[in-house]
């Protein structure tokens, strides 16, 4: 049985996170159902780090929703408007590897939290990299994440 006071100063927590989330993202349509469809998994700066065309966001929506996001038809699209009217990008920049934050690794890259911080953790202490093709010698990433986005990446 989980004590009140814990479950208390969870949902205190989820609540506190939900009105930051809030705080931070444009009053349009599909506010609330961007926050509560992306909110449960990440923060929103997720989100609110990328900048992406209609069709990146609908690909972004659709990997969220096989990774088990919860939403109605009718609140996915709501969702997708808002993204992509709010954080629009008519072409990805590219993200440099040597300065990203473990948030637009998380985001852009598509990395799982550990495979970011390997990823800062060797750069740290090996320097940054001359080449996309120096991530392989980074142990806990998977390179295969950083080929699929070759495009979209830099090194400098």
Same mark, same amino acid.
């Not at 989330?21 to 961007?34: F, I, M, R, S, V």
């Given at each position: 049985m989980i004590p009140? &006071? %814990?479950?208390a100063v969870s949902l205190l927590g989820l609540l506190s996170a939900v009105a930051l *989330?809030?705080?931070?993202?444009?009053? *349009? /349509?599909?506010? @609330?159902?961007?926050v509560r469809m992306c909110s449960t998994c990440h923060e929103v700066e997720r989100a609110t780090s990328v900048r %992406? &065309?209609? !069709?990146?966001?609908? $690909?972004?929506?659709?990997?969220m929703v $096989?990774?088990?996001?919860?939403? &109605? @038809? +009718? +609140?996915?699209?709501?969702?997708?408007?808002y993204l992509a +009217?709010?954080?629009?990008? !008519? *072409? /990805?920049?590219p993200l440099n590897l040597n300065t990203a934050t473990?948030? +637009?690794?998380? &985001?852009?890259?598509?990395l799982l939290r550990k495979e970011s911080a390997a990823w800062i953790a060797y750069r740290k202490t090996s320097g940054p990299c001359k080449s996309l093709d120096d991530v392989?010698? *980074? /142990?806990?990433?998977?390179?295969?994440?950083? $080929?699929?986005?070759? $495009?979209?990446?830099?090194?400098f």
């Open positions: 009140r &006071s %814990l479950l *989330a809030q705080g931070q993202l444009p009053d *349009a /349509p599909g506010k @609330d159902e961007t %992406l &065309s209609r !069709e990146g966001w609908q $690909d972004t929506i659709a990997k $096989d990774l088990g996001a919860r939403a &109605s @038809d +009718e +609140e996915r699209a709501k969702v997708l408007d +009217e709010h954080f629009k990008g !008519e *072409a /990805p920049r473990a948030i +637009e690794l998380e &985001s852009i890259v598509g392989k010698k *980074a /142990p806990g990433v998977s390179f295969k994440k950083i $080929d699929e986005r070759r $495009d979209r990446l830099v090194c």
